[in-house]
């Protein structure tokens, strides 16, 4: 028996047209889709009539839940893999899935499409020849020691802070870069996107006020940077 095939989906990052002809007929066509949470992916779902089975497979679940994915694909089904948004495995759960797919002969197809890092990028104005994509740094422990390291960093850097904790972020910035100019971006693809631009300590008098909810994408310029 052929075994199935595992589809690698990008979706949306927050507006749902966001998303590729491929990627929709191939959510059409597969038996499986593995998602993060089901109650997000049913409205991307919902949108564009796709009715196929859902499975949950998040951060939690991913070890438990692997055998019974690859023993699907192994008997022939095709599983699609999405994130809640973006481009699955980068900071998002599935690269257990991806490797366990490979070891077991099963071919992995990636469907590109919207990435927050990539877009962030692409619209900040900052070199992009040569980046650095840290994700979301350590909440606690090796934090400091991390961004220490990254102030060292002669290449552009990217990275994902949540509502919670931006400010500390951009204090932290100020503290051990000052002089990096930095673009901060929130909510991108979405009603209420915005950017501000400047250096650390510019942006801690002018960010907090603005603040509601959302995920933001950071992006620093190199050392010497004009």
């Given at each position: 028996m052929k075994s199935g095939s595992l589809y690698i989906i990008a979706t949306p990052i927050g507006n749902l047209e966001d998303i590729t002809f491929r990627a929709?007929?191939?959510l059409k066509e597969v038996n499986l889709i593995?998602?993060?949470?089901?109650?997000?992916?049913?409205?991307?779902?919902?949108?564009?009539?796709?009715?196929n089975e859902l499975f949950s497979l998040n951060a939690q679940s991913e070890n438990h839940k692997l055998g019974f994915l690859i023993d699907r694909i192994l008997?022939?089904?095709?599983?699609?893999?999405?994130?809640?948004?973006?481009?699955?495995?980068?900071?998002?759960?599935g690269v257990r899935l991806v490797?366990?797919?490979?070891?077991?002969?099963?071919?992995v197809i990636g469907i590109p499409g919207a990435n927050a890092a990539i877009l962030a990028l692409s619209i900040s104005g900052l070199p992009t020849?040569?980046?650095?994509?840290?994700?979301?740094?350590?909440?606690?422990?090796?934090?400091?020691?991390?961004?220490?390291?990254?102030a060292e960093e002669d290449r552009t850097i990217v990275l994902y802070e949540s509502t919670y904790r931006i400010e500390k972020l951009l204090?932290?910035?100020?503290?051990?870069?000052?002089?990096r100019y930095v673009v901060v971006q929130r909510e991108l693809t979405k009603k209420f996107e915005e950017s501000w631009r400047g250096y650390p300590i510019d942006l801690i008098?002018?960010?907090p006020n603005k603040i509601t909810k959302g995920e933001f994408v950071i992006i620093i310029a190199p050392k010497n940077w004009i």
């Open positions: 929709v007929n191939i593995a998602c993060e949470d089901t109650r997000v992916t049913k409205i991307l779902l919902d949108k564009y009539e796709v009715k008997k022939g089904e095709n599983c699609a893999l999405v994130s809640d948004a973006g481009t699955p495995t980068i900071s998002d759960p490797n366990e797919a490979i070891k077991n002969n099963i071919e020849d040569a980046f650095i994509y840290e994700g979301f740094l350590p909440q606690k422990k090796g934090r400091q020691k991390k961004i220490k390291q990254l204090n932290e910035l100020n503290e051990y870069m000052p002089e008098s002018d960010i």
